[in-house]
């Protein structure tokens, strides 16, 4: 376990998670105050300051624009985790849901568009299709600060602008405990795959060795 602190902005957003998530049963309301509590937490300027040692190289952009997160905290009663995404410039996610996750997106530095789909094939999102219609539905222009309330199921991408664009997600439960879609409107298909990969990173202050070699 890594001995040095977290940010006192993480640790206050981690106990004030904890405290909403024991007393608030309804998932709708749980995850509206959740967004609430991680708009604090990507206002506080340790946390800005932070995002500028999350290392591009983990966060890789993988096959079919698959990526990787960092893995800051996993709460180990909740199941709830909070994970960094860097993207690079111009970088395109596929058209993807997070599954039965629910799932906020607050972009902390950079900027994107998030676009939103629909599934057309007379099915709606909950299962693992071999094959499936989708359509986009809007396009959303995104800069810090913005929070994207995700729900199971929702089809969504992001398109990154031509710079970095760093992002805070808190997710239900850590990656590799569900399945997801990826929709490849070229064909139709759909593709299921146990979501991004899971770096562990410090949500702290690193040395000053530990930083230069980020």
Excluded at 15 to 43: C, H, Q
Excluded at 67 to 72: E, F, S, T, V
Excluded at 81 to 97: E, F, Q, S, Y
Excluded at 134 to 145: D, H, I, N, W, Y
Aim: charged letters at 25%; glycine letters at 8%.
């Amino acid at each position: 376990m890594n001995a040095t602190p977290r940010l006192p902005a993480a640790e206050k957003f981690i106990t004030e998670m904890r405290a909403m998530f024991s007393v608030t049963p309804d998932l709708v309301v749980r995850w509206e105050k959740a967004r609430d509590l991680l708009a604090v937490l990507l206002r506080d300027n340790e946390v800005k300051a932070h995002a500028q040692t999350w290392p591009d190289s983990p966060a890789k952009l993988g096959l079919e624009g698959k990526h990787g997160n960092l893995l800051l905290y996993e709460d180990a009663d909740w199941g709830f985790c909070i994970n960094a995404l860097i993207k690079k410039p111009t970088a395109k996610t596929t058209i993807h849901d997070h599954g039965v996750s629910w799932t906020l997106y607050g972009v902390i530095e950079g900027g994107e568009d998030v676009a939103r789909f629909e599934r057309v094939d007379g099915c709606v999102p909950g299962d693992l299709p071999k094959t499936a219609i989708v359509r986009e539905t809007e396009s959303v222009a995104v800069r810090p600060g913005y929070i994207d309330l995700i729900k199971p199921w929702q089809i969504h991408a992001e398109y990154n602008r031509p710079h970095r664009t760093a992002a805070v997600i808190i997710r239900s439960q850590k990656c590799g405990t569900y399945i997801q879609n990826i929709f490849f409107q070229k064909d139709g298909t759909v593709e299921q795959y146990w979501g991004p990969q899971q770096i562990p990173f410090h949500f702290g202050w690193q040395s000053e060795s530990q930083r230069h070699s980020a």
